[in-house]
């Protein structure tokens, strides 16, 4: 794909997911678009007005647009649900893989990167909506483990295999508030991960020769259920902390549960928020009713209803340039 335009400062905290799509690209393209949308989609509630946000917002656009063009056949960009199971499933293995290597004590940087991106991958799913109890668990478990065998390795010391104190029950205090920011008993250091900041203390998302090949045959593959991938016995089964994000920031809203109509929706309210200029704050219900509105108006060009498009593009237009719903 062509390249996209530099990552702003206000968007750094992102790049850890442009890197993910990066390598993916040849890998697993259609991980890569999913990691873009999720990209993009983070990136609206963050930076929305400076000229190089906008910049790599419009680059990320296009790029959406084309790849989903390209592969208007494929399944797992057309249809969610085999898409969050590809996603799902190339997640699930990298995670299973890290474990058993860990489980192993087979301790090396490349199991690092291997939790690193397994983490990533869990906070794409997201994309689709909020994630199960199960993900969660295993993104919060995949991040500490980054974290921890980082510390250990950093510090000459030998990591404990699987989880503290050997007993998944009390993983939720050993970890230390992994996702929270808090400092960590374990690994000497904090373990920051809260969402979207992966730790600034661990390596870049790791490029193919760093990842174990999960990746399907083919851009068609319908990828299996990722129950058929179930996590091992000694699966965390601790509750994220209190603080834990567990979904998207306000961005979020602007996901529309069928694909087809999603992305198309999500078009249009970028371009209403360009002409709007963004002179008015927008609140999480103005962006919904704003999104109902295109739903609306794309439904109708669906029938050729030009008119009633053209009319609820309008009130959405109003809305998002005035702040008052007419």
């Known amino acids: 794909m062509a390249s996209l335009p530099p990552c702003p400062a206000s968007l750094k905290q992102l790049q850890h997911y442009l890197k993910l799509a990066s390598d993916y690209d040849k890998r697993e393209p259609v991980v890569s678009y999913w990691a873009r949308l999720y990209t993009l989609q983070t990136a609206l509630g ?30 797992t960009v057309t249809n969610e649900v085999v898409a969050q199971a590809l996603v799902e499933n190339v997640a699930h293995k990298l995670f299973m893989f890290a474990d058993g ?5 087979r301790f090396n940087k490349n199991i690092v990167k291997v939790f690193y991106t397994a ?31 980082h510390n250990c390795l950093k510090n000459g010391e030998t990591p404990i295999p699987g989880p503290m104190g050997g007993e998944d029950e009390g993983l939720g205090e050993d970890m230390g508030g992994a996702e929270g ?23 870049s ?29 000694d699966q965390p089964s601790a509750p994220a902390p209190s603080g834990a ?14 694909a087809s109509v999603s992305y198309r929706t999500f078009t249009i309210i970028m371009t209403l928020l360009g002409v709007s200029g963004g002179s008015v704050p927008l609140t999480p219900d103005m962006v919904t009713k704003a999104q109902k509105y ?15 498009a053209i009319n609820n593009l309008q009130k959405a237009l109003t809305l998002l340039s005035t702040g008052h719903d007419s």
């Not at 930076?47 to 390209?70: H, I, Q």
Request: include cysteine; proline fraction near 12%; glycine fraction near 8%.
């Open 205 to 233: 998302v790791p490029g193919d020769d760093g990842l174990p090949d999960v990746s399907s045959s083919s851009p068609t593959h319908q990828p299996p259920a990722p129950r058929a991938y179930p996590p091992p016995q």
């Open 46 to 75: 963050i930076d929305r007005k400076s000229p190089e946000a906008r910049a790599l917002l419009t680059g990320l656009m296009d790029y959406l647009e084309t790849f989903k063009k390209d592969y208007k056949d494929n399944e």
């Open 119 to 149: 983490g990533l991958l869990f906070d794409v799913c997201e994309v689709f909506g909020e994630v199960t109890e199960e993900i969660t668990k295993q993104r919060k478990y995949a991040k500490w483990k980054a974290t921890y065998i």
């Open 245 to 258: 994000p567990t979904q998207l920031p306000p961005a979020a809203t602007f996901r529309m549960p069928e």
């Open 101 to 105: 290597e860990d489980r192993a004590e």
């Open 294 to 308: 295109c739903k609306f108006a794309v439904s109708a060009l669906d029938y050729d209803d030009s008119q009633t």
């Open 181 to 203: 920011g808090e400092e960590g008993a374990v690994g000497g250091g904090s373990l920051g991960w809260s969402q979207p900041q992966p730790h600034p203390g661990l390596p």
